[in-house]
């Protein structure tokens, strides 16, 4: 066999996983997106009149900056699915692959807060 349909099947077959592994994760990134959005509501509302001063143009880079970066973060889930969609244990993984994203987004809610209580909560004023 020649190297380039050796090279071309590989790209085939790194596609095809790329593609199932989109299949699965990215619709859930709104989901996730929208837990993140959520709590960080919540603080907002729950705290109003401390993130008053807030309300302003100057915080909008560095918050768009903070979703990118939990973005980022959430695309990482591919360095682990796609090497195991290519594994022998590709069935089980398929199965179980929720409890990473439900894991992932816990601990992301985790460092919002976090993130918000420690950083962002007392620069305010």
Same mark, same amino acid.
């Given at each position: 066999?020649?190297?380039?349909?050796?090279?071309?099947?590989?790209?085939?077959?790194?596609?095809?996983?790329?593609?199932?592994?989109?299949?699965? %994760?990215?619709?859930?990134?709104?989901?996730?997106?929208?837990? $993140?959005?959520?709590? /960080?509501?919540?603080?907002?509302?729950?705290? %109003?009149?401390?993130?008053?001063?807030? $309300?302003?143009?100057?915080?909008?880079?560095?918050?768009?900056?903070?979703?990118?970066?939990?973005?980022? /973060?959430?695309?990482?889930?591919?360095?682990?699915?796609?090497?195991?969609?290519?594994?022998?244990?590709? *069935? *089980? %993984?398929? *199965?179980?692959?929720?409890?990473?994203?439900?894991?992932?987004?816990?601990?992301? $809610?985790?460092?919002?807060?976090?993130?918000?209580?420690?950083?962002?909560?007392?620069?305010?004023?």
């Amino acid at each position: 066999m020649s190297s380039q349909t050796l090279s071309g099947n590989n790209d085939s077959n790194f596609r095809e996983l790329l593609s199932a592994s989109a299949r699965f %994760w990215e619709p859930r990134r709104i989901l996730y997106n929208f837990f $993140l959005l959520a709590t /960080c509501a919540i603080w907002f509302t729950a705290s %109003w009149p401390h993130f008053r001063p807030a $309300l302003h143009l100057t915080y909008l880079l560095p918050l768009l900056v903070l979703a990118l970066h939990a973005n980022l /973060c959430y695309s990482a889930a591919y360095l682990i699915d796609l090497p195991l969609l290519g594994s022998s244990i590709r *069935s *089980s %993984w398929l *199965s179980r692959r929720r409890i990473l994203w439900i894991a992932g987004t816990l601990l992301a $809610l985790v460092l919002a807060n976090y993130w918000i209580a420690d950083e962002i909560y007392p620069d305010v004023r």
